[in-house]
């Protein structure tokens, strides 16, 4: 057993230890984004950092060894910043939106992307339930605005907006009470300030590069026929399906965005850009790839690493700032994990590997 | 088998695109002499590539069918390493060493003159007619001839942004032309022997041509010479480097000889044998006389003592223990090493000590890493020798990636068997069977004369099974790395041995419990093996006399940039910096003012001139902000400007970061950007205060050693120049350096000879003779061509603001 003192408290702990394991089992939380117990360590994001007193420096706690007499701080403020600054270094290559741009804009925040996959899919039950549930008893709030929503649409810088604002309307109207009598008071009520008070953290994408843009159409699979009004559901569907799926896959289940709210971090200001964004689905597996919200912490390709020559995976290319995840150089994309795609779908920390469902989405 | 295509356009294969059946065939043949473990990639990789010239994607393919090696490896790996190429490049392929002594000596503006020159864009780096490409290279390590060009294996020193058509020109006019040296004479009764530098430096600065003149006069006058080539003297900025010893007191020593010198400096000495030959000699010294006064002036007939001042101060002041012999040694003769003291180390471990008194003689004389961070070196084999496992490996680290630094480069090519030795007795000490030298692929003089260093000792049974009838066994074998800075460090060294991308990982398990293939590995570097058998021979006393407190022995520096005498020099620890620069390197050149000096290369920092008096030593260079690195220092004069070199040092540790871990991958980058503004002069005073705070953190936050350093130069720069940063926002660069922040003028003295005219490569300097001349300042690239042929220096370099 080797003795170790984790914030000025004595432990004992297994000989062949990870410092990570000792200090979680002291009681401390520590973050982590590239470790996943099972997989062998790597210490790429060093959000784990933790500081070693008698060195007086910083040390990854996944993959360092206790060693003994060891005295570990791993909640004073230099570690605090220390996980922090990691973060937000993270975040200034996460060119990548929590949020679509349309949820971010409205004023009532309805989860518009989620409605018109909804809507696309023909689940026009499941869409009402949604609208319903978001208006809480009040009225719906796109009647009076004049559609913040649709300004914000990706799909207008692409040919047209998709026509939200109708869509919703179109739905709300088979809500009981969601459309208010014109004489209504409400009427005349302000809407509420487009700022995100009381959401959620959402990483902005920064300034897109020429052709980028063109990128989410290819989250539109299959003949699509537009159109502003919308008479009846079949139309809406049509409409619907021009939506690009700005939001994230991860959206809710991403631990960077946790971590940033954990952390208070703010977005920074100008992203860092070496590579174009791209989006590489397969159609066949479902595995999206989307590379400009890789945190480059190779789970993915450590997860697969003992499966020798099996099928094709993934793999890092390139070195340092450019080095990115990728299919191999001999390979196509459409042929990587036919078999494991969920394996490094749920590995992955982040939205850039996640799954399209056709059908659903 | 050559495509249509190729043949069409008049080259072989290695500019084109070669078939399938082809590239199947090449894969097919190297695999065969290499194996198929995936611990061969990057040696398939490189063979493939050597005969390819690049490595097509088919390539990649098939290696990976017939070996057991994954395409996501290959990926990996070929992408890794700067060394491998995914498109088809030019069949000469040119060099521009951007090293720390090229880059203050002008680098930028030579890669931008060959892309002019051979029409390189940003799309195609190819020549229209295919036969070149270019390739800035991190440091050819010939830090003393800067700016230096190597155009496949011949190197071109001193090269200015108008050369570049000449020796383009002169490359073709003279690569077929490849002669081979008779060194043999009569071994018994020589009238004098004669030893040529076949350094790099010295190669580099034409000593092959210069042995070659030798070899001719030989037979021309029958001469009885011995034809000696040696290693490296050290005087690399005076090459090439002629030595006549007549007997053993009588040497004479020449520097910067150039062909048509030769014959007059080994007539002035030796006597033809025969009477014709001897008159034929007298007849061409009359003739010469009369047709050229050239002959007067040259440094052929100044007095000795004047002719051998320099030298004699340069190495005067220098301890010769990892370089013992220097220039008397030739480096590939077994024999020589042996009839010097080689070897004789090694007998004494076999023979006489055991692993422990041997580990205690090296914990004793308290030698520490001379690979930068100076860990001690009998610790590390204690922890070695104690380790559990078999077998166990010794890896010679080789790596020399610090751009400005070429000792390690020096030691291998001059002293191969002495670092054998030293490994052999690391490997008899801690009980290893098996040592791997991995020297970087930039260095190919090195890998050869080690490669025939290790056969010599094969032969000898110095190497293999029951060394000197020891029951000692032990195995040397060499592994080219591929171009990555990163595996200097150790852990991604071992990495790279083992065929994975040079990612490093956290110590402990340090290697020299865990390392290689899981076992123990003791990683040391050349020079501090090279130092073992001195150590071994002369006690471990002897060598901690030397040196200060806790930094003893001798440092071997690589001394270049704006001094007089640059070279590789070796010092006692403790002496000072100031000592260094004026006495062994006769001071700043051009009668500039002495700046700093640039300590330790991308890991180091700058030390202004004020501190100049401080003794090198491991701690008091930490102090200082710098570090010992691997000893590259490069001394900057007032035209260098500070933002510029960080920006510099950045822009390399940031290229080689192997992106494993978010501060350095990222925060270099950020930094980087930082910089970048303030040496464009978009910074605000504000970003001076962001610069620091995220050096700190990344310098906190980094996995390794590379990550940990890399924000060294900012910080020292911050903290021993502020005022020039703070310029910078206001948008002077006060050395003059800085492109976005200065402009091209032409003062009263220009007499309109339009020498600058034609020389301006972007034709912004219109022709009007006899007219003082303008620059279009849009049109302008500042390519410094106009400032180097004004013979009136009627071309200054201002500020913007101006």
Redesign the interface.
């Given at each position: 057993m080797l003795k170790i003192k984790i914030d000025n408290k004595e432990y004992s702990v297994k000989d062949g230890s990870y410092l990570i394991e000792a200090i979680r089992s002291a009681g401390h939380p520590v973050p982590t984004l590239c470790h996943r117990d099972g997989i062998e360590h790597y210490s790429s994001c060093m959000v784990c950092m933790v500081k070693d007193i008698k060195k007086s420096s910083y040390i990854p706690s996944c993959s360092a060894l206790v060693q003994d007499g060891m005295e570990i701080d791993v909640s004073g403020t230099d570690v605090k910043n220390l996980r922090s600054k990691a973060l937000e270094l993270l975040f200034s290559e996460h060119r990548a939106e929590c949020e679509a741009p349309c949820r971010i804009v409205c004023p009532a925040g309805y989860n518009i992307p989620e409605f018109n996959r909804l809507i696309a899919s023909g689940d026009s039950e499941r869409a009402r339930e949604i609208t319903a549930g978001e208006l809480k008893g009040k009225t719906i709030m796109c009647i009076r605005c004049p559609g913040y929503c649709e300004n914000g649409c990706r799909r207008k810088k692409v040919d047209q907006p998709v026509a939200i604002r109708n869509m919703k309307l179109f739905i709300a109207a088979s809500v009981e009470g969601a459309i208010p009598d014109p004489s209504d008071p409400v009427m005349n009520e302000p809407l509420p300030k487009t700022g995100r008070s009381g959401r959620r953290f959402s990483s902005l994408i920064g300034k897109l590069e020429p052709g980028e843009q063109e990128e989410w159409l290819k989250e539109c699979a299959g003949e699509i026929i537009r159109s502003r009004e919308i008479s009846n559901l079949r139309v809406a569907a049509g409409e619907a399906a021009s939506c690009m799926h700005c939001d994230c896959r991860a959206a809710g289940d991403c631990r960077l965005r946790d971590l940033a709210e954990e952390f208070g971090i703010r977005d920074p200001k100008g992203k860092l850009i070496y590579s174009p964004i791209r989006k590489k689905i397969n159609f066949q597996t479902g595995l999206v790839f989307e590379n400009a919200k890789c945190i480059k912490c190779g789970l993915c390709v450590r997860v697969c690493e003992d499966d020798g020559k099996e099928e094709p995976r993934l793999c890092f290319l390139n070195r340092g700032f450019v080095s990115i995840i990728s299919e191999s150089l001999t390979g196509r994309f459409e042929d990587i994990l036919q078999k494991q795609a969920d394996k490094v779908i749920e590995v992955c920390p982040t939205g850039a590997l996640s799954r399209f469902k056709p059908g659903q989405e | 088998m050559i495509t249509e295509k190729n043949t069409e356009s008049g080259c072989n294969c290695s500019a084109g695109v070669p078939t399938r059946e082809e590239i199947n065939s090449v894969v097919e043949r190297v695999v065969e002499s290499t194996g198929k473990g995936s611990d061969k990639v990057i040696l398939i990789l490189q063979e493939v590539q050597k005969e390819l010239n690049w490595l097509p994607?088919d390539a990649?393919?098939h290696i990976?069918e017939i070996t057991d090696i994954?395409?996501?490896?290959?990926?990996?790996v070929?992408?890794?390493?700067?060394q491998f190429r995914?498109l088809p490049s030019g069949r000469h392929t040119v060099k521009i060493c951007a090293g720390t002594a090229c880059h203050v000596k002008g680098a930028p503006l030579i890669i931008d003159a060959f892309k002019r020159e051979l029409h390189i864009s940003e799309e195609r780096n190819a020549s229209p007619d295919n036969l070149f490409s270019i390739e800035e290279v991190a440091c050819l390590g010939c830090c003393t001839l800067a700016p230096v060009v190597q155009i496949d294996e011949k190197t071109y020193g001193h090269v200015k942004p108008t050369d570049a058509r000449n020796v383009l020109d002169d490359f073709l006019n003279n690569s077929k032309k490849k002669g081979t040296v008779n060194t043999a004479g009569d071994p018994e009764k020589w009238d004098a022997e004669i030893r040529v530098g076949i350094g790099s430096c010295c190669v580099a600065g034409g000593s092959r041509e210069i042995l070659d003149e030798i070899a001719e006069m030989k037979e021309k006058y029958d001469l009885n010479i011995k034809l000696k080539p040696v290693g490296c003297v050290g005087v690399c900025n005076q090459t090439p480097l002629l030595e006549i010893v007549e007997n053993s007191d009588m040497k004479a020593r020449y520097t910067n000889v150039h062909r048509g010198q030769v014959e007059e400096i080994i007539l002035k000495h030796v006597r033809p044998s025969t009477f014709k030959n001897r008159l034929r000699s007298r007849i061409n010294d009359l003739v010469d006389s009369v047709i050229s006064d050239d002959k007067v002036y040259s440094q052929i007939n100044l007095p000795v003592e004047k002719r051998e001042k320099y030298l004699n101060n340069f190495l005067g002041y220098q301890v010769h223990l990892a370089t013992v012999n220097s220039g008397v040694l030739s480096p590939d003769s077994l024999e020589e090493y042996r009839m010097t003291g080689g070897f004789q180390a090694i007998h004494k471990c076999l023979r006489i000590l055991s692993a422990k008194e041997i580990i205690e003689a090296i914990s004793g004389s308290g030698l520490r890493g001379r690979g930068g961070a100076g860990f001690p070196t009998g610790k590390k084999w204690e922890i070695s020798h104690a380790a559990q496992g078999s077998p166990k490996y010794v890896v010679c680290n080789g790596d020399e990636g610090d751009p400005g630094a070429f000792m390690d480069r020096m030691l291998l090519e001059s002293f191969p068997y002495r670092v054998i030795e030293g490994m052999m007795i690391a490997a008899f000490a801690t009980g290893a069977s098996k040592g791997i030298f991995y020297i970087r692929a930039e260095y190919p003089l090195a890998v050869s004369r080690v490669r025939k260093a290790i056969n010599d000792c094969y032969e000898n049974k110095l190497l293999g099974k029951d060394i000197l009838g020891t029951g000692f066994s032990f195995d040397a074998e060499i592994f080219e790395g591929a171009g990555?800075f990163v595996c200097g460090e150790e852990t991604a060294l071992i990495a790279s041995l083992e065929g994975k991308?040079g990612t490093p990982?956290?110590r402990?398990?340090y290697p020299a419990v865990k390392g290689y293939r899981g076992k123990p590995t003791l990683v040391n570097n050349v020079e501090t093996l090279s130092l073992v058998p001195w150590i071994i021979n002369n006690g471990a006393d002897a060598f901690s006399r030397i040196g200060t407190d806790r930094s003893k022995g001798t440092k071997v520096f690589a001394l270049a940039g704006k001094i007089s005498k640059g070279g590789l020099i070796e010092v006692p620890m403790g002496i000072t910096i100031r000592d260094i620069i004026e006495k062994i390197g006769d001071g700043i050149a051009g009668g500039r003012k002495f700046k700093a000096v640039q300590i330790g290369g991308p890991s180091g920092g700058c030390i202004p001139a004020s501190e100049a008096d401080i003794p090198i030593d491991y701690e008091k260079l930490a102090e200082m902000g710098a570090m010992m690195g691997s000893g590259g220092m490069v001394v900057l004069d007032d035209s260098d400007c500070m933002v510029d070199m960080a920006k510099y040092f950045l822009t390399f540790t940031?290229?080689?970061?192997?992106?494993?871990?978010?501060?350095c991958?990222?925060?270099?980058?950020?930094m980087l950007?930082i910089i970048t503004r303030i040496s464009e002069g978009k910074a605000a005073i504000s970003d001076l205060d962001e610069l620091e705070k995220l050096s700190l953190?990344v310098k906190?936050?980094s996995?390794c050693g590379l990550g940990k350093t890399a924000p060294n130069p900012v910080l020292t720069g911050l903290r021993y120049f502020r005022e020039e940063y703070e310029a910078h926002t206001k948008g002077i660069c006060p050395a003059g350096k800085c492109q976005h922040l200065i402009k091209y003028f032409v003062t009263e003295d220009c007499t309109g000879c339009t020498k600058c005219s034609q020389d301006c490569p972007v034709n912004a300097i219109p022709f009007t003779p006899y007219e003082r001349h303008l620059i279009d300042q849009e049109l302008c690239t500042k390519c410094d061509n106009c400032r180097i042929v004004c013979p009136e220096n009627a071309i200054k370099i201002i500020g913007t603001n101006a």
């Open positions: - | 994607s990649l393919k990976c994954t395409p996501g490896q290959i990926s990996g070929s992408t890794f390493y700067s995914h990555a991308r990982h956290l402990p398990p940031h290229r080689q970061s192997c992106g494993k871990c978010t501060f991958r990222i925060g270099t980058k950020q950007d953190y906190d936050g996995l």
